[in-house]
């Protein structure tokens, strides 16, 4: 960026704010020491960036916060109108989203570390006609095209929904909101209650115990010598968690389990 800016460049950088270190498995940044957005936006402008526009989806965080004089923060809603906005600018401008990352929001909610909002969306494919729109109004991955025998219409992916509730605003009589039965799990504290993280009052099911010489061996379906597993991915998904998982289990089964990225 400070290079873009000696060069004279004209350009728009959009920098992620999301509290996680990405496509590494989300650990969470050395927050005693990271910089806070108006401090980002404040060391920008002070480098010789000409406009910063803060972007965000909650614009509560904000109320309280002093940022520098000329950044302005807007709702999510704007982000196309702050790309555009910035690009009519000359000279080196930044747009910084910020928004906790989605995989770790979502893992939090696994994890009963932040509250699952319970309300689902699904969209009553009887109703649906396929236009799209939802997909355009939301530009969410989780809106998907599915073959039905009613035509080609539209469902929310439920395994990667983040129930932002943004594809909400087309105000398609399709959708449907869906609220769960409440869940008869216990109430339950990391670390087991006492001494341990304190309960977030969010309700999670008993981990089962599992006896692993009680599991069967799995049946082969091609044999063990020509197995190639090929495991593609982005931050989040779990490839690194995946690959330790089966180099762990090949380790125990006294194989020689080689790491191809530390080759060099
Ligand atoms: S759910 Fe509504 S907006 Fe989305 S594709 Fe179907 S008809 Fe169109
Ligand atoms: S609720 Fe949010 S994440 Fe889920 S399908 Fe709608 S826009 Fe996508």
């Known amino acids: 960026m400070q290079a873009s800016v000696a060069a004279s460049s004209n350009i728009t950088y959009k920098l992620l704010y999301n509290s996680a270190i990405a496509m590494t498995g989300g650990q969470s940044t050395a927050t005693s020491n990271s910089m806070p957005v108006k401090d980002v936006a404040d060391v920008l402008l002070r480098q010789g960036v000409k ?33 555009t906005t910035l690009r009519d600018v000359s000279g080196v401008t930044v747009l910084i989203h910020d928004q906790q990352c989605a995989a770790e929001k979502r893992r939090s909610r696994k994890r009963g570390l932040i509250p699952d909002p319970p309300e689902r969306i699904h969209i009553n494919q009887r109703v649906c006609e396929g236009c799209g729109d939802c997909g355009v109004k939301s530009n969410c991955l989780c809106v998907e095209p599915v073959e039905t025998e009613l035509g080609r219409k539209t469902q929310i992916n439920q395994n990667s929904c983040n ?5 909400l605003g087309g105000e398609c009589p399709s959708f449907l909101t869906v609220v769960a ?4 799990g216990r109430r339950f504290a990391w670390g087991g209650g006492e001494g341990g993280r304190p309960s977030t009052g969010v309700t999670r099911r008993r981990r089962p115990q599992l006896d692993a010489s009680e599991l069967p061996d799995p049946a082969l379906i091609v044999p063990s010598d020509q197995v190639t597993i090929r495991m593609p991915g982005i931050g989040g998904t779990g490839v690194v968690t995946v690959n330790q ?20």
């Open 163 to 167: 129930k932002d509730y943004t594809c």
């Open 51 to 83: 406009r910063v526009i803060v972007t965000t989806d909650d614009l509560d965080r904000y109320r309280r916060i002093t940022m520098p004089t000329d950044v302005e923060v807007w709702a999510r809603s704007r982000i196309i109108e702050a790309q």
């Open 245 to 264: 998982v089966i180099g762990t289990a090949a380790l125990l089964d006294g194989r020689h389990v080689w790491d191809w990225t530390r080759r060099a």
């Open 181 to 184: 039965a409440k869940s008869r």
